[in-house]
């Protein structure tokens, strides 16, 4: 089992910025990726940036330019540095954590985490 724990969400005005922490803990394995989703009210989860299995990022056509992921490995930690933030950015932001894991007798795989959600709220 991982447990995600966010951290860093809040309310910011227009233009503003937030970073948000993502620590992994439990049975954390080598090679897993993490990222970042969003909800917003109404809508569907959405990949906001992520690490691929490569070692490369991806982000959202929306955020790009604007948003960082970075992470500390020794840690196991992810972050999202968010600038310039707009209205359009208010969401539940939930840090995901995907690796592959066997269990005995069975054959190995794809096992997706999810951390309890972080509000960010940017006001106009």
């Known amino acids: 089992q991982v447990q995600l724990v966010e951290s860093g969400g809040g309310l910011v005005q227009a233009g503003g910025s937030l970073r948000l922490s993502c620590a992994a803990s439990?049975?954390?394995?080598?090679?897993?990726?993490m990222g970042w989703y969003r909800q917003a009210p109404g809508k569907a989860r959405e990949l906001a940036a992520s690490f691929t299995s490569g070692g490369g990022t991806m982000y959202a056509d929306s955020v790009k330019g604007r948003f960082t992921i970075s992470r500390d490995a020794a840690k196991n930690t992810v972050y999202l540095q968010m600038n310039s933030l707009r209205p359009e950015d208010t969401a539940v932001y939930f840090c995901?954590?995907?690796?592959?894991?066997?269990?005995?007798?069975?054959?190995?795989?794809?096992?997706?985490?999810w951390g309890q959600g972080t509000q960010v709220t940017v006001s106009s």
């Open positions: 439990g049975s954390v394995f080598t090679g897993n990726t």
């Open positions: 995901n954590l995907k690796q592959v894991e066997q269990d005995k007798g069975a054959l190995p795989r794809l096992y997706t985490y």
